[in-house]
């Protein structure tokens, strides 16, 4: 019978006994159908990381004629999951995330054979490490142009602050599980660690990532990926950008090794008076054009990029590149500023210099009493009685003639140092003078 059922059928056919005698048992087995031995000494251990391996021994006392197979199953916190597997072998090996109860159970049964019941479950439990509610939660991971992986959690509710968590990852091929040494303290935990998986197969590995802290109290967690889920191209690189004529010529340089058919990018133009274009797609090539643009208008591009599904199945977009500025703003409001700048400006240099000579002027006046003032030390003492201070006397003199001196220079400098514009700097120093 067995080699002309074909594989499915057989499997099916399996499953139907499996359940089927699950439903009759313990009770209602008909009389003349033998139970069978279970398989003994069952015990677990911890196998790569994230790997829970549980082996026993054969069934004793199975008859010849019977077909035996070990149908397992895996409970997660006391609920069967879909995952009843049949095989000759002792052992069976799956990844578990280690902050669970796991029950796994097996028993024998003989296939192709209907007069012998299965036996009896044997049954093993394994509880999680460490206190409820202490392990690291909101595990993300990113795996950056298939160079570097970086992951990031929370610490779990009932974790103490001071806990240090710490990631390891391993996956088939590596050999020894790696510890990750360049962790990111923000907003998250994180980590970040080269990984470069052989593509040679052209199928990923599953990583396993395990945090864990080194106290006891700690409940370590385990996260298995799909690489090919969490791939993300890094950000493209805009190269060239050129304005010929009406049209933006853009060019830009692929991010990490993919496979050129692998990605598509999407290219975003914004002008900066009016609305944006909406993005455009671009497959494959790496670079885009834009034609009929505004010759006398500033233009703003990036360019990010995202995985093609049919290469990885992840449709994380990248980060979008460096903005690039392209065109000419021949705006008439830059000139208007312009306009009103000119004069303004030099109406504040023509206070400074006002303000600059006054000060000039009281420097250099006292230079010119300088021979009288010798001769009032001379007679110093006879003038000073009848006329008050000496200083007194300086200022009174002086006073009048300094004014008079810069306000000449008021209209004498205005005109000189006006240029081409008349009117536009007559106003801003009218205005001044109000002031
Ligand atoms: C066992 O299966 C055979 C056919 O495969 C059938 O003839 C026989 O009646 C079955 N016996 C029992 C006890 O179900
Ligand atoms: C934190 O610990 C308490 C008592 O140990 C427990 O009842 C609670 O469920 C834990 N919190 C979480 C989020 O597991
Ligand atoms: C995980 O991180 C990636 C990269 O930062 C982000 O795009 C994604 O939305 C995150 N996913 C979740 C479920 O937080
Ligand atoms: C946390 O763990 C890392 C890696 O094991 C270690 O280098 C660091 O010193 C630890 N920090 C504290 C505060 O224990
Ligand atoms: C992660 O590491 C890679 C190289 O190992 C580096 O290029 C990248 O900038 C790092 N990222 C962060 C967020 O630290
Ligand atoms: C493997 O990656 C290299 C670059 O890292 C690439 O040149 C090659 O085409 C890839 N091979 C396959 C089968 O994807």
Redesign the pocket.
Known sequence: MGAAVPAGARLFLALTLCLAAGAAEPDGRPAGRKVLPPPSNLHYSFGQLCKLKWTWNPAEGISSGCDLKYCSEILINGIPQDNREWTKKLFREEDVSLNEEVHFRVRSECKSDNTSEPSNWVEIFTPPKGAAGTAAVGINCTWYDLEYMICTWLPGRNASASTNYTLYYWYEGLGNHQQCQNYIYGDNFGCNFSLSIP??T?VYPTISILIRDNSEEIRPVCANKNPTTIVKPGPPRIVAVSMIKDEIHLEWQKPG?F?AHCLLYQVELKDSKSDSIPPRDVKELTKAQFASVHPNTVYIVKVRARLETTCYSSSHWSDWSEEKSIGENTDFTFYIVLILTIPLTVAVATIILLVYLKRLKILIYPQIPDPRKIIKRMFGEQIEDFQGGPGDDFLNVNKPAMEEEISSLVWIENPESSTPEHEGQERPALQVKAL
């Open positions: 593509n040679s052209n090794t496979p």
